[in-house]
T-cell receptor, first 110, second 116 residues
Framework: SQTIHQWPATLVQPVGSPLSLECTVE??????LYWYRQAAGRGLQLLFY??????ISSEVPQNLSASRPQDRQFILSSKKLLLSDSGFYLC?????????FGPGTRLLVL | GNSVTQMEGPVTLSEEAFLTINCTYT??????LFWYVQYPGEGLQLLLK?????DKGSNKGFEATYRKETTSFHLEKGSVQVSDSAVYFC???????????????FGGGTRVLVKP
């Protein structure tokens, strides 16, 4: 069966520091991968998606970037965090239309 | 473009009450429709889905029927429990083509609070 992992689970970072969040999927090949952000009490905002290794599509202009160095690994990064980057970051995968989500990373930027 | 509209919460119910969460979608094409549930502090879990008109998705006592004529996919449960307290998201699919990203369009979420 397929599983999706995200780490870390929680992160507290100062403004201006770098960020790296990792997502890995097991049990499937060539999935589409997604990064979402969820602000407190709000809905989901799609940040990036990837249809293959090295292929990244950005949905919104922002302070963040994404990379996919391996088939089942998806990384969300920032060189300098802003206060507004705080939120709950969710990774998801799909082979067809149904998306399956990871447990999320809660990021607090102070 | 594609959009999904669901009722704003919070919805507060007593245990064993009947729950309905309304969801409507834009009618471009014949999208697959989904309900996801998010328990506090967790990621989203697929609750149920339907892929064509008149299909009924069901899981854990929840049901939703794909109504093409009203472009709706309302979520219902006959008798809720305290453990059903969560945020519920309605979503519609888009292109079937993997290279296009298979992106989903989500509604804004509805918070449900069930009191004992």
């Amino acid at each position: 069966s397929q599983t999706i992992h995200q780490w870390p689970a929680t992160l507290v970072q100062p403004v201006g520091s770098p960020l790296s969040l990792e997502c890995t999927v097991e049990g499937t090949s060539n999935p589409n991968l997604y990064w979402y952000r969820q602000a407190a009490g709000r809905g989901l905002q799609l940040l990036f998606y990837s249809v293959g290794i090295g292929q990244i599509s950005s949905e919104v202009p922002q302070n963040l970037s994404a990379s996919r160095p391996q088939d089942r690994q998806f990384i969300l990064s920032s060189k300098k965090l802003l206060l507004s980057d705080s939120g709950f970051y969710l990774c998801a995968w799909s082979v067809k239309e149904t998306q399956y989500f990871g447990p999320g990373t809660r990021l607090l930027v102070l | 473009g594609n959009s999904v509209t669901q009722m704003e919460g919070p919805v507060t119910l007593s245990e064993e009450a009947f729950l309905t969460i309304n969801c409507t979608y834009t009618a471009t094409g014949y999208p697959s429709l989904f309900w996801y549930v998010q328990y506090p502090g967790e990621g989203l879990q697929l609750l149920l889905k339907a892929t064509k008109a008149d299909d009924k998705g069901s899981n854990k006592g929840f049901e939703a029927t794909y109504r093409k004529e009203t472009t709706s996919f309302h979520l219902e449960k006959g008798s809720v429990q305290v453990s059903d307290s969560a945020v519920y998201f309605c979503a519609r699919g888009g292109s079937w083509v993997k290279a296009a990203g298979n992106k989903l369009t989500f509604g804004g979420g509805t918070r449900v609070l069930v009191k004992p």
